[in-house]
């Protein structure tokens, strides 16, 4: 029999967790397989310039523990809408015809693409277009169409939940107020599970709007019953009710160009106007993304890399590997294409958080 070959790349935001997948990957399409795979580099833009390296069995050993990807990421190289520089200005061109190319001739029998739902949404119109195709959903913000969970969540929430803590200690010694900045575009996974982990007293996120009057007065309160310190987790897409979010920058050669930030800076000034009450802001950002996973991480990484070669090498293509209700299913990647999976403003977690007194700044 022909000894199959596989492609794997990484594709948007690193995430702890990343290697764990390669290296499962790898080592079962060797082990169980006995096939050939090769490493695209930097995601799709290796696509597009041909940078590729065979992976061994021994390269991929020892990077379980490793943060990041050995593979390199690239979140602005989408092959329909590509970032090309004239000048000094940055024009876009599809160039997915000639990616398609280079997949055909480096005579591949599937395409693994790690990533979340930009990625995963490319690799769909791929696999439309005659690509096989295999995903792995990936992103800390745990927001991917079709599965309970993604690898990284984990990790960025017991870093989140770490920061949370420390800032416990110094908010009650300094009387203060205390905001903590989160990463989350869309959805409120990470501020709502390090919240809910950590004792936040208010938790903001995309999913709820917050009216600051609200948000002012439960700080107010809490000081009135000798509570002399509060704790604000937001995520970075937190917005006012009526109000939008806060753009950190603009890149300029991504499609998806919007980075939010800030919003707890902003939230912070108006605070300390409105109560009187010192306040300070601290935003954990790429914190949450880089270093080491959780072993809930790496185990996941491995089940969901295993399952990935197991789609593959039953022709399960145009299909990504997920979790639903604590089993691994393959769902349609035209599901993880479909957009965020948000909180559910009434969803158990936050009903239990506010059960416990805490505010969502709605109410
Ligand atoms: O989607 C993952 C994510 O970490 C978001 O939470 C965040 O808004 C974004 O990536 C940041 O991207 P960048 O690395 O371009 O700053």
Redesign the pocket.
């Known amino acids: 029999m022909k000894k199959k070959k596989i492609a794997v790349l990484t594709g948007?935001?690193d995430?702890p967790g990343l290697n764990a997948v390669i290296r499962a990957v790898t080592k079962k399409a060797i082990l169980d397989h006995n096939a050939e795979v090769i490493g695209v580099e930097d995601g799709f833009e290796g696509l597009v310039d041909k940078r590729y390296r065979q992976l061994s069995y021994d390269q991929v050993s020892g990077i379980l523990s490793l943060g990041g990807t050995i593979l390199g990421t690239s979140?602005v190289a989408n092959p329909y809408n590509y970032p090309v520089k004239e000048g000094q200005t940055v024009g876009f061109k599809d160039l997915s015809k000639q990616v398609i190319g280079n997949i055909k001739d480096l005579n591949i029998d599937c395409l693994v693409c790690i990533g979340?739902d930009g990625t995963l949404a490319i690799a769909y119109r791929l696999y439309q277009e005659g690509v096989p195709v295999v995903g792995i959903p990936k992103?800390?913000?745990n927001d991917i169409f079709g599965t309970d969970i993604s690898f990284g969540f984990d990790t960025a929430v017991q870093i989140a939940t770490e920061g949370i803590d420390r800032l416990h200690t110094t908010a009650q010694s300094h009387h203060r107020v205390m905001i903590v900045e989160v990463?989350?575009?869309r959805a409120g996974w990470i501020a709502l599970h390090s919240g809910v982990a950590g004792g936040g007293d208010i938790i903001l996120i995309p999913e709820i709007p917050y009216d600051i009057n609200l948000v002012a007065e439960r700080v107010r309160s809490r000081r009135e019953k000798g509570k002399r310190f509060s704790i604000i987790v937001i995520a970075?897409?937190a917005k006012p009710i009526g109000g939008d979010v806060t753009i950190k920058r603009v890149?300029a050669d991504a499609s998806d160009p919007v980075?939010?930030?800030g919003i707890g800076f902003v939230l912070g000034e108006q605070l300390e106007q409105m109560t009187g009450l010192e306040t300070r802001t601290v935003v954990l950002g790429?914190l949450?993304?880089g270093g080491t996973p959780t072993p809930f991480d790496r185990i996941l990484g491995t089940e969901l890399g295993s399952g990935a070669v197991d789609l593959i090498f039953n022709n399960k293509f145009g299909q990504m590997i997920a979790m639903q209700n604590n089993s691994f299913v393959a769902v349609s990647l035209e599901i993880a294409a479909q957009g965020s999976r948000l909180v559910s403003p009434d969803g158990s977690l936050v009903r239990s958080a506010r059960s416990v007194g805490t505010c969502f700044g709605n109410i």
């Open positions: 948007g935001g995430c979140n979340g992103t800390i913000d990463m989350g575009r970075e897409g890149v980075r939010l930030g790429h949450l993304r």
